[in-house]
């Protein structure tokens, strides 16, 4: 059984701070991650891709992927009550175009 | 604009009726996916599709059909085979090819059966 697993929260950060989202995953094969943003009620938004180990920033987001340690991550900088919200990963493990997703992460960011 | 619309945003059956959710793009993808989402869960794939007349089962595929004779359109039909079939169902798409698998997703349709 392909697995990914993330903490379900809630996360709760005060506004300003760094918000740190955690996913880890059991098919070594993985080849492609993924951070998507799910407001209450709405469906996801891509927020965050990454394919290769190491870092990879897009303004106040950075992803960050450790294969070796199946081990993939996203860091919210200058955290905004906007940001509240359950960001999912999802991970594709190469066999085809299909995505395995945890099942989320509630962020809370307070005032 | 691109994107991917699905409708109805609500809709209401009862118990033993077959219903039918539309999903259309027009982001050119050659893949499309259904997905279904129940409270406080992750997304758990029914069907995908990665070309015109071809689709597999995903992970919870009972219950479901699909076809796929447009490349635009993927409906999916929930049979009153389907045990629990109220949930919120999502439509999403992607390009095929060298792993950029980005998945883009429409707006959702909400499903509740009595």
């Known amino acids: 059984q392909k697995e990914v697993e993330q903490n379900s929260g809630p996360l709760s950060v005060p506004e300003g701070a760094i918000a740190s989202l955690n996913c880890t995953y059991s098919?070594?094969?993985?080849?492609?991650f993924f951070w998507y943003r799910q407001y209450s009620g709405k469906s996801p938004e891509l927020i965050m891709s990454?394919?290769?180990?190491g870092d990879k920033e897009d303004g106040r987001f950075t992803a960050q992927l450790n294969k070796a340690s199946q081990y993939v991550s996203l860091l919210i900088r200058d955290s905004q009550p906007s940001d509240s919200a359950t960001y999912l990963c999802?991970?594709?493990?190469?066999?085809?175009?299909?995505?395995?997703f945890g099942t989320g992460t509630r962020l809370q960011v307070t005032l | 604009d691109g994107g991917i619309t699905q409708s109805p945003k609500y809709l209401f059956r009862k118990e033993g009726q077959n219903v039918t959710l539309s999903c259309e793009q027009n982001?050119?993808?050659?893949?499309m996916y259904w997905y279904r989402q129940d409270p406080g869960q992750g997304l758990r794939l029914i069907y995908y599709?990665?070309?015109?007349?071809?689709?597999q089962k995903g992970d919870i595929a009972e219950g479901y059909s699909v076809s796929r004779e447009k490349k635009e359109s993927f409906p999916l039909t929930v049979t009153s085979a389907q045990k629990n079939p109220t949930a919120f169902y999502l439509c999403?798409?992607?390009?095929?090819?060298?792993?950029?698998?980005?998945?883009?997703f429409g707006p959702g349709t909400r499903l509740t059966v009595t």
């Open positions: 599709s990665q070309i015109v007349n071809d689709f």
């Open positions: 990454i394919y290769s180990n």
């Open positions: 999403a798409s992607s390009i095929v090819g060298q792993g950029d698998y980005e998945q883009y």
């Open positions: 982001l050119n993808h050659d893949a």
């Open positions: 098919d070594r094969g993985s080849q492609s």
């Open positions: 999802a991970v594709n493990a190469g066999t085809a175009s299909k995505l395995t």
